[in-house]
Nanobody, 125 residues
Framework: QVQLVESGGGLVQAGGSLNLSCATV??????????MGWFRQAPGKEREFVSV????????VFADSVRGRFALSRDNDKNTVYLQMNGLEPEDTGVYYC????????????????WGQGIQVTVSS
């Protein structure tokens, strides 16, 4: 069984930065089997795709709304994926979820098999 634990959220002013981490705790399955993604849900809105990274970290995809401001990386030795968020805007406010999908990347939430509990990010204007 794989569990995902997010950390690094909080309150930041517009223009600031946060670095979210998603640590994987697994029993029997290796972290490298999974593509890792981030989604977010703003108040009153549906959850939306933010970014995804391949199992080996060789490729990333970003939503148009965050491309150029966010970076996604992973450390397979530490079983952790990192979402570096720069130039944050109030529109980035929401609960951020880490998700895992076996092998192949995707951008739709129903394709992801394992989810973290989510972590709050609030950007003040």
């Amino acid at each position: 069984q794989v569990q995902l634990v997010e950390s690094g959220g909080g309150l930041v002013q517009a223009g600031g930065s946060l670095n979210l981490s998603c640590a994987t705790v697994s029993s029997g399955r290796t972290f490298t089997r999974y593509a890792m993604g981030w989604f977010r849900q703003a108040p009153g809105k549906e959850r939306e795709f933010v970014s995804v990274i391949t199992w080996n970290g060789g490729s990333t995809v970003f939503a148009d709304s965050v491309r150029g401001r966010f970076a996604l990386s992973r450390d397979n030795d530490k079983n952790t994926v990192y979402l570096q968020m720069n130039g944050l805007e109030p529109e980035d406010t929401g609960v951020y979820y880490c998700a895992a999908k076996a092998w192949v990347t995707a951008q739709t939430e129903h394709e992801f098999e394992i989810w973290g509990q989510g972590i709050q990010v609030t950007v003040s204007s």
